[in-house]
Each structure stands twice: as C-alpha cells, then as structure tokens.
C-alpha cells in the first residue's frame, strides 16, 4: 500500500466510526457562505476582501479568498457533522497602517475552544489555522479585541475553507432573533401627560417647558400654582418666562381634550442645579457626522415634533462637530475664517446665523445644544474653543444654546506643548494627560466656571470617555454629565463592553449629574453613511432599558427623518421612559449574575424597583426566579411588564417564584411595586 492509500483507509475507519462511511473529501470556501449573519464591530464582512473592502493582506501577503471582518466577530456555522476540517490563515489587515490594532481568532466547536491564534498585532505573518471538525455540529468563528479595544481591528480569515463530506448542508446562522417586533402598546385617545416630574432652572434664567402629553388633539393645557414669573400658552403646552428667587413650587399640570383629562404634579425646582432628571434628545453625530448643517438640524427638530416624540419628553436638539469651519476640509462649506478680528468663533456656511436656528428650534418648544473642544481642534479638525473659553460660552448664551458637549480631543496636544497640532494625529494625542487627574480636570473646570456666568441655563455635558475617573469629579466642575466610555458604535460587542464597564460609576450618578455611556444607537445611524442599526431587535430592547435603568442621558443617534416602526416604538414608552427620567436620579447596577443572565435592579423614589433580567449570552434564558431577597425586594409585590405596560401578577417573594424567558440578547424590564 502507498502511504496515501494507508491514510485514506486510516481516515475512511475514522469516518466509519463516527458514522461518516463514504469518504469523498469537497472543499468549501467560506465565501461561498452566506457571511450576512456574521456580527461584527465595524463595517460589513467582506467576502474575498477586507473590512474596508481591499484585497485580503496578511503581514505583507495577499489572498485572493477569504473573509475579512472586524473584531468583536462572531460567524456561527452549522456543519451538521458532515465537516472534516477547518483551515484559514489568519492575521490583522495591513490596511490599518499606523495603527496599532490587536486581535485573537479562536475557533469553538460545540461551544468548546478547539484552537486559537493568540493576540495577533498588525504585520504579524498570517498564522496557520487548521481544526480538525469530525463530529461537530456548529462551529463558532470569532475575533476578540486583543484586550487593547476594538479599534482597528480590521481581521482576516483568509484561504478559510472546509473539508467536507456533504457540501450542501452548511449553513451559517445567528442565535440572536432577527425579526422586529412591537411591544409599547399605542398611546390612548385620551390625554396624558408624560415626562420628568421634576424640573431644574437657575434664577433669572430664562424658562422653557413644554408639557409632553399624548392623545388626540386639539388638547388645551392649564397648569395650577405657576410661581410668578411663569406663564403656560393653553394651546401649545409651553411653559416660558423667569423666576427671579430660588425655591421649590409644586405645579398641577392640566391637559384636556374631547376624550378627557390627564393631571400631573411637576416640582419646579429655582435654586443653583439644572438638568435634575437625564437630558433626553437628539444629537447629530451618529447619524449626520460631518455632513451636519442648520438644514438637516431644522428638519429633525421638525420630525421631532412631527414624529410625536416631543409628546414623550424628548426635547433637545444636539448639533455635534462640524458646525465650525474646518482646517483640512476640501469641502468649501466648511472653509473660512475660524473666528473674527475680535475672536469670536465663526459658524461655517453651512449654519450661517446661529440665533436664527436656536429661535426656530425653541419656537417648536424644543432646546438646541452645541458642540466644542477645550483643545485647538475638534476631534474632527474643526476650530476648537482653546484660548476663547470665555468669548464661546458667551457665544452659546448669545445664540441661545442650553447645552454644550465639551469633547476633549485636542487637548493631549496642549498639554504636550503643541496646541497647533494636527487634527489627524489627535487620536493618538488625546488620551496623553488624560489621567493626570489636575491636568484632566482643568480645561473642563475652566469651561464649567464660564457657562456658569451665562445669563442662561447650559447643560454642560462632558465628553472625555471617562478618563481620570471622571465621575468622582465631573459634577464638583458643574458637569451635568459626562461620557463614560469611548465612542459607541451599532455593534453589539461595542454596547456590552460599554454596559459591562458602568457599574463603578454608579455611585456618583444624582439630579444634576449623570453617567453617559454614549449615544443611543437605534434607526437609521451611520456617521454619514447611513444604514439601519446593525442592533438586533432584542439587543435594541436591552440596550435602550439599560440606557433607562442607568439613568443615562438618552440621545437619540439616528435620523430622525428616517423612522420605522420598530424605532418609534422603541422610543415611545413613556412607561420606560419614565424610569430614566426618575427623580431620585438613582443609577442601577448588576446585583445578580446566574450565566449569562445579569440582573440590574434600580430603585425608584415611589419606593418601587425597576429590574432588568438582561441575557448577555447566546442561549434564551428559562428560569423559575426565587432570590428576590438578592434584589433587595421584598414582601408581596405587583409585577408589572414595562415594555408591555401590562400587571404580571401579584407575587409573595418569600414563597413564590416568577417564571422567566428571556430571549438571547434580550431583556425583561420590569417593575416590582410593593403592596403594602
Ligand atoms: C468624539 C466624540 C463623539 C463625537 C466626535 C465628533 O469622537 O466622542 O461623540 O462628538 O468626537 O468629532
């Protein structure tokens, strides 16, 4: 016998044993898969190119075929036993050049790590895959972060093909459900008021709330024991005017129409806070990013109105970057004069006059916030407020702003000694200094100390990605919040990171100061390139209950022109709503892991609790719940469903349990109110 007729028969009792009798070895390529499951951090996968749409090069070596993707990555293949091998070389895209990316391929079979490549580093020569399969019935391919964040990790599966004995039964599949479904039941006929019961405003500063109330309309508005200085326009639900002396006034809010009427207490609060319960709007950024204008701005405020969202709470309008004038941009609407003669910041032409816009918005009832950088530079390479501190935040207060997000960016360069630093290189610059904590502290102090002296109200939102701790010192400056985290992006690796880091912050969330674990990204978002969030349904239900149960500013990241079904839904229960916008301002934490499952319990000023049964892994969960005293609840409790706005049941906690199913990736929001 020659040696490969010895290995055929060696390999044909192999298969014989494990049920496989007919040895007739085919290849499958992985590109000849359906890769549109595939969940990764960034871009789409690329079938025979990289992420970024090139041909596949591994350490100075292309390939013709394979799959290029995006840590965190996950391809689930159902192999249905009928695989004999896997084999791929694998390594970090060169296409990510000057930057310093970091990547783990592992392969699981049946849930269980069958071989894995190590932390892989960009120009690492590709490394040989080869996992022998017989008997598997799924195969995961996944690319970790390499443990330094997801950035850049642009990875390659390249020459990545099965051995197989029956080619025509590969499938690739993804555990988390795909298809939307609706669960806020639609607002009544009749009014309701909805929204925060409590309200911050300085003295002296100008006042602005409109009463956020569903049902038909026409609707006409009252509101009872308004402190003077105050006045409601029984049409539009408006609230304007000034109060000139700190104190607390208990207002009866009034709506009525045809169907009836909804009343509602909201406390007016005149003293030195603002922002007591999470801002809840819309921000530019993920959707528009640097193709913003005054333009695009009007129209969401218009769709925020049109869209009903404003009848829900949601009310300020966010412009990001690219507002100001460019220093690279080729694109002539973002060139020109920085600032005037005097040093006041000049908008681009895309924005013209700013007052103009913040009437139109404020007109609607709605508030506007802008965007800037203690820095030179914004992260985007637009004019920063470095040097001009003052004159910016008189700038806002003059046009009318009430919110400023103030993005370090720059700022590493200024703390180097290179203020006029280049846009481009500012992503390595930002962080240096960042965790100096005076040095961390001092641009954002010195931001926070103007806006004060401002004749109007400016929430003050900061955006350093938590660097230093920020928490335990963003609200002594006057921050209102600040971001936790870095960037977020429409991935679900990206959301859980971001939810797995908020727990240590929690402590420091009250009225007036808020963790931000970063935009919401539901809709239709892209960074100007825009496509529907690559979120799964449940994942958006987990995500956004999160953003609620940590009591986090909810900004709304897509466009807003652009909303289905589903989103609308997802951003209209005013049930949900109402637990962010808790004014006992407290943030939940996990207090409970059983697998996969975490649980996250808030405690709510009526006395109540809001719990979040979140599933993280890749199996629904089914369970008979009993350790309610872990939870901190209990005696006997109403349950009640949140999204579904619907009672469960009474339940004794001591004897009872609670039957639960939570769908992969996917929530259980409910609300345990004791019966006293
Ligand atoms: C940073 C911020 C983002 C956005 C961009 C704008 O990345 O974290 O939220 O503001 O800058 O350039």
């Given amino acids: 016998m020659t040696s490969n007729i010895k290995l055929a028969t060696i390999i044909g009792f192999l ?126 391919l996944a690319v970790t ?75 006409s508005f009252s509101a009872a024991g308004l402190p003077s200085g105050l006045k409601i326009d029984s049409k539009t639900g408006i609230i304007t005017g000034k109060l000139s002396k700190a104190g607390t006034s208990i207002v009866t809010l009034v709506a009525k129409n045809a169907e009836g009427k909804s009343e509602k207490k909201l406390r007016i609060v005149c003293g030195s806070q603002i922002a007591l319960t999470p801002p809840m709007g819309w921000n530019s950024w993920n959707c528009f990013a640097g193709e913003v204008s005054a333009e695009k701005v009007r129209r969401a405020a218009e769709a925020m109105v049109k869209s009903g969202l404003i009848n829900h709470g949601w009310n300020y309008i966010n412009i990001d970057d ?94 180097n ?20 904590l005076p040095i961390a502290v001092k641009p954002y102090k010195l931001m926070g100390e103007y806006l004060r002296q401002q004749p109007r109200d400016i929430v003050y939102s900061l955006c350093q990605y938590g660097m230093s701790d920020v928490w335990t010192w963003g609200g002594s400056i006057g921050g209102n919040s600040w971001r936790t985290t870095n960037d977020i992006t429409d991935a679900w690796a990206s959301v859980r990171n971001i939810v797995l880091a908020q727990d240590k912050a929690a402590a420091w969330a009250k009225p007036g100061n808020w963790n931000d674990p970063d935009m919401l990204v539901i809709g239709t978002v892209g960074w100007g390139d825009p496509h529907p969030s690559r979120l799964k349904p449940d994942e958006q239900y987990l995500h956004f209950s999160l953003w609620c149960l940590f009591s986090a500013p909810l900004l709304i990241g ?56 979140c599933n993280f892994g890749l199996e629904t969960v089914d369970l008979s719940y009993k350790d309610f005293d872990k939870l901190g609840i209990t005696g006997q409790q109403m349950v009640r469903d949140l999204w579904r706005q619907k009672n469960i049941g009474s339940i004794n906690t001591s004897n009872d349990e609670l039957k639960l199913k939570v769908p992969v990736h996917g929530v259980l929001l409910y609300k345990f109110i004791s019966k006293k």
């Fill in 417 to 436: 000694g290179m203020p006029d630093n280049d846009p481009h290189k500012v992503s390595s610059l930002s962080f240096q200094g960042g965790d100096n």
């Fill in 145 to 219: 972060d390499g443990g330094n964040g997801n950035y850049y990790d642009h990875a390659d599966w390249a020459n990545a093909k099965f051995q197989a004995i029956d080619v025509n039964t590969f499938i690739t599949t993804n555990p988390v459900a795909s298809k939307p479904y609706i669960l806020t039941p639609p607002p009544s006929a009749k009014p309701r008021i909805n929204g925060a019961s409590v309200f911050g405003v300085r003295p002296g500063s100008p006042f602005l709330f409109r009463v956020p109330a569903t049902g038909v309309r026409p609707m």
């Fill in 558 to 613: 897509c466009d807003m022109e652009k909303f289905d079904d589903f989103t609308l839904n997802l951003l209209t229960n005013d049930e949900v709503i109402a637990i962010d916008q808790d004014p006992l301002g407290k943030e939940a934490t996990c207090v409970q892991s059983i697998g996969d499952l975490r649980i996250y319990v808030k405690e709510l000023e009526d006395g109540s609790h809001a719990v979040g049964f």
């Fill in 322 to 415: 690219y507002w100001q004038n460019n220093r690279d941009s080729k694109d002539q609407t973002l060139r020109g004069m920085f600032r005037d003669k005097a040093g006041n910041i000049v908008p681009n032409s895309r924005f013209g006059n700013m007052k103009v816009l913040a009437d139109y918005v404020h007109g609607l009832g709605l508030k506007i916030g802008i965007y800037s950088s203690p820095g030179p530079w914004t992260c985007g390479g637009c004019a920063g407020s470095y040097g001009h501190e003052k004159q910016d935040a008189q700038s806002y207060a003059k046009w009318g702003f009430d919110y400023l997000k103030y993005d370090w960016c720059s700022y590493g360069g200024v703390i």
């Fill in 15 to 140: 298969f014989s044993l494990i049920g496989l009798n007919h040895l007739s070895a085919q290849t499958v390529w992985i590109d000849q898969l359906d890769l549109s499951t595939v969940t990764q951090g960034y871009g789409m996968p690329g079938k025979n190119k990289s992420v970024d749409g090139k041909v596949l090069t591994i350490g100075g070596k292309t390939f013709e075929r394979g799959f290029g993707t995006h840590a965190e990555s996950s391809l689930f293949i159902l192999l249905n036993k009928k695989a004999i091998d896997f084999t791929a070389q694998v390594g970090i895209d060169d296409e990510v050049i000057g930057h310093e990316p970091a990547a783990e391929f592992v392969v699981y079979g049946d849930g269980r790590k069958l071989w894995s490549s190590g932390v892989m580093r960009l120009g690492d020569a590709a490394k040989l895959c080869s996992v022998p399969l017989a008997g598997v019935e799924k195969i995961e």
